[in-house]
């Protein structure tokens, strides 16, 4: 049966194999003979156009040459003047005739294509005429024109057509005193119409098109074998007038009103309203082109039946091997499915310890602070029972349980504070909090730590100094004291701390904590805040503690929309400093339970959301972080995408398809920021990916996103296994993957 499958797979995949080849090779000639085809065609186009240019010089020349006929015979001086002398009244038109009409049909003569002409007067009478006379009907018209000489025509004179070339006379003084006509044949535009070139073909034909007005024109010119120009009124059929205008400067395959397909193309001539035309129908103008694509149409169909054929028996031995290993990759399949379960159950499991390790040190931690206060409570009252008479030696000895027992206590609440932290729990009540009274409650709490070893801690806020923040105040009072103790703890004997602060720009306050200690060494600078890191090293300074107190302390800030950093000196001490919202601050959103979906996965995107956007808030982001922040944001809001939609599939959301185009426009805005942001690196920036922050918050966060939980109910476990499954890859996120290939 097996072999049977394995025979039938081969031959799928042989016939598939042949098929592409079929379809590619296809692909390849029509990528061949497409672009050959265009380059072909325009180069017969170019050639037609090429010819047109020539034909359009030749033509310009000669109606240049006819119109200097014309100049050549009003710049004769004596001729003129006598006209001039006879319009004053100072000589006889006998006198005038009997001295120019010779001398004007010298001038004819040397022209050539002249069949006669006319001298007017200045009040339009003839005065000398020689050859063929234009008609009186030109006269009137021609006694407004001739300023500079100009063409009229073609018109038809005695079953000819001919044009007049007419050239006002004018005196020394610009007043005129005549016109000349002189009527020319189109003996030469005939023989340039109708000229062919060795390569022009046999069916092409050049007219003049006279156009009369916006929609209407004739046609004259010579057919081939013809001598002379003649109106074509039948061939103007050939193409409409429409046809004709838009092939000026190109050439424009058109559908004659014969029936007949023509390539056409035109140019505009120096005489007004003449446009030269050259056409040709398409059957003789791409014959050659035809020909050629069809001797490389077989050449291609040839090349594929071979490429066919090689292929069909290539493949036919190499499928055979190929599909041996069949039942190897159905059992690789199956471990790798057993594998993916396996990484699911650890990743399971790797969970519910975790939670065990949270849950255990929370009740550890409450378990050893019941004893631990009645330690402490014990130890005072023994201190403070005045009916208890202590040597100095026991009194020293109760000092160290009491001494010992605030550490221990102190460790036991950083502690439950890193597993609230871990697990999510470490929530805030917010308020409106006096930032100076609280320093002040500080100070005085970290007095006696201090006096043990001669330090002094200066308050550098003036006593009017007013700073209301919007925070938690147990948690703003468990900051300052984490660091104030740590100055002390890190701090010279005899030394100094400061504790002050300034407002900053976009609603932020900053705080610091100085002090005068040992600094710390720069190797030790980048894991500060780290887990479990402490810095021991230097013989003057304490080693207590457990090294997570910087831990919670940055992770609380964060919490609370704000950033914590240091400046650090070997020898020369520390600045701690952190930067929290003043209450007047509405950009900053602080990571209340208010602000929970409901969902796990979701909520802790969208807490690592809104402490990138608490980022990109802060007054005195750098360069370095701003870089770091935004490729955070598109990822972490590309993952958070992903996950988001699994979980609506799952659930059934009704709105699924519209949440992924607001998802498309969300990710188009962060993506169109980042190429900003890479092309300029400019903090400009800012601005504009804080608005499209806000509005994501706003928009889709709280709108969108707190919808989904009325659907979550009961569906726990299938949430959890289909992000499982997208974990390990084999869940398909949908079109957020091609959006973000």
Request: charged share 20%; hydrophobic share 40%; glycine share 8%.
């Amino acid at each position: 049966m097996r072999g049977e499958t394995i025979r039938g797979l081969q031959r799928k995949i042989i016939g598939l194999a042949v098929a592409i080849v079929l379809v590619t090779g296809g692909a390849v000639a029509l990528s061949v003979l497409l672009p050959m085809q265009t380059q072909m065609r325009d180069g017969a186009n170019a050639h037609i156009r090429h010819s047109l240019a020539l034909k359009h010089l030749a033509v310009d020349q000669y109606l240049t040459r006819l119109t200097d006929i014309g100049r050549q015979i009003v710049s004769r001086t004596q001729i003129r003047k006598r006209l001039i002398s006879y319009n004053q009244g100072k000589t006889t038109l006998e006198d005038v005739q009997a001295f120019s009409d010779p001398r004007l049909a010298d001038a004819l003569n040397e022209a050539g294509d002249a069949l006669g002409m006319v001298r007017l007067d200045k009040l339009n009478r003839a005065v000398s005429t020689v050859g063929v006379v234009p008609p009186e009907n030109i006269w009137e018209k021609a006694s407004t024109l001739g300023d500079p000489t100009v063409l009229i025509g073609p018109l038809v004179h005695q079953e000819h057509l001919v044009v007049y070339a007419v050239t006002a006379i004018f005196d020394d003084k610009g007043e005129r005193h005549g016109t000349d006509i002189v009527m020319f044949h189109l003996g030469g535009l005939a023989s340039i119409l109708t000229n062919r070139t060795a390569d022009d073909g046999a069916a092409r034909i050049s007219i003049v098109l006279q156009y009369s007005g916006a929609n209407a024109a004739r046609a004259f010119g010579s057919l081939p074998g013809a001598s002379e120009i003649a109106y074509l009124g039948e061939v103007f059929s050939w193409a409409t007038l429409d046809q004709v205008r838009s092939s000026t400067d190109d050439v424009v395959v058109a559908l004659g009103q014969d029936g007949v397909e023509r390539a056409i193309t035109s140019t505009s001539l120096n005489v007004a309203e003449w446009v030269l035309v050259e056409m040709e129908a398409t059957d003789t103008l791409y014959a050659n082109a035809r020909q050629t694509l069809q001797k490389v149409v077989v050449v291609i169909v040839f090349m594929i039946a071979l490429g066919s054929l090689l292929v069909l028996r290539l493949l036919h031995g190499l499928t055979g091997q190929v599909l041996v290993t069949t039942e190897e990759l159905h059992r690789q399949i199956e471990d790798r499915t057993r594998t993916q379960k396996q990484i699911i159950q650890a990743k399971e499991e790797a969970e519910e310890a975790n939670q065990a390790k949270s849950d255990f040190l929370a009740s550890m931690s409450h378990e050893l602070r019941t004893p631990l206060n009645a330690v402490l409570g014990f130890g005072q009252l023994l201190q403070l029972d005045p009916k208890a008479t202590l040597s100095p030696t026991q009194h020293d000895h109760l000092q160290c349980i009491l001494d010992g027992g605030k550490h221990l206590l102190d460790l036991v609440n950083q502690i439950l504070d890193l597993a609230r932290i871990e697990a999510n729990q470490a929530l805030l009540n917010l308020e409106n909090v006096d930032a100076v009274e609280v320093v002040s409650e500080c100070i005085g709490f970290s007095l006696p730590l201090g006096e043990t070893r001669h330090i002094t801690i200066v308050n550098d806020f003036a006593q009017d100094t007013v700073v209301t923040l919007r925070t938690d105040p147990l948690r703003f009072k468990q900051l300052l004291l984490n660091l104030l103790s740590n100055a002390i703890k890190y701090n010279k004997d005899y030394g100094e701390v400061r504790i002050g602060g300034w407002e900053v720009k976009n609603g932020y306050y900053h705080f610091y904590v100085k002090d005068t200690g040992v600094g710390i060494a720069d190797e030790d600078q980048p894991h500060v805040f780290n887990m479990f890191h402490r810095l021991g090293g230097h013989p003057g300074i304490a080693r207590e503690g457990t090294g997570i107190g910087l831990t919670v302390t940055k992770s609380l800030v964060e919490q609370m929309a704000g950033r914590i950093g240091f400046d650090s000196q070997v020898g020369e001490g520390t600045t701690f400093w952190i930067e929290l919202p003043l209450s007047s601050n509405t950009n900053a959103v602080i990571w209340e339970d208010t602000l929970h979906v409901g969902v796990v996965h979701l909520d802790a995107d969208h807490q690592k959301i809104v402490s990138v956007m608490n980022r990109i808030n802060h007054p005195s982001i750098s360069l370095d972080e701003l870089d770091q922040v935004i490729r955070e944001l598109r990822q972490n809001t590309r993952d958070h995408f992903k996950r988001e939609e699994v979980v609506m599939d799952v659930c059934g959301y009704p709105d699924l398809v519209k949440h992924k185009l607001l998802h498309h426009d969300i990710l188009a805005q962060l993506g169109a920021l980042e190429k900003e942001w890479y092309e300029a690196k400019d903090v400009a920036i800012v601005p504009k990916l804080q608005k499209v922050l806000k509005d994501y918050w706003l928009v889709h966060m709280m709108q969108e996103d707190i919808k989904i939980v009325q659907y979550t109910t009961g569906k726990n476990t299938e949430i959890r296994r289909a992000l499982d499954a997208l974990l390990l890859g084999g869940h398909d996120a949908g079109p957020l993957d091609d959006l973000n290939a």
